[in-house]
């Protein structure tokens, strides 16, 4: 059974940082697309950033460019994302999401429709504010 969980979201005032955690069950994540979407009230789902399985590449939305990292850790099975200068419009709740069979090639296999990601987590919320 797969399983991923979030952490790290809460509360950060403007220009703060947090570090979100994706820890995955069932799955090795290295073999698999992983990556960060975000989801505000009444806005869709859309992916934040994106690491490939075939060779870790990475892309950002140009909203969080120089401001976010996305990385993974073998050892222990997880996602992270590494947000720096934070602004109140990062407001969301955070999914990670993987795939086995969905190759992240190009910034448009990146910043695509989510249901090419069969497997999601729960949701973080991260909430910035003065």
């Known amino acids: 059974q797969v399983e991923l969980v979030e952490s790290g979201g809460g509360s950060a005032q403007p220009g703060g940082s947090l570090r979100l955690s994706c820890e995955a069950s069932?799955?090795?994540?290295?073999?698999?697309?992983a990556a960060w979407f975000r989801q505000a009230p009444g806005k869709e789902r859309e992916a934040v950033s994106c690491i490939s399985a075939s060779d870790d590449t990475t892309f950002e939305a140009d909203s969080v460019k120089g401001r976010f990292t996305i990385s993974r850790d073998s050892d222990s099975n997880t996602l992270y994302l590494h947000m720096h200068s934070l602004k109140p419009e990062d407001t969301a709740v955070y999914y990670c999401?993987?795939?086995?069979?969905?190759?992240?090639?190009?910034?448009?296999?990146?910043?695509?429709?989510?249901?090419?990601?069969?497997?999601w987590g729960q949701g973080t919320q991260v909430t910035v504010s003065s």
């Open positions: 069932g799955i090795t994540l290295d073999h698999y697309a």
């Open positions: 999401a993987a795939d086995l069979y969905h190759e992240i090639s190009s910034p448009s296999t990146c910043f695509t429709d989510p249901s090419d990601f069969g497997h």
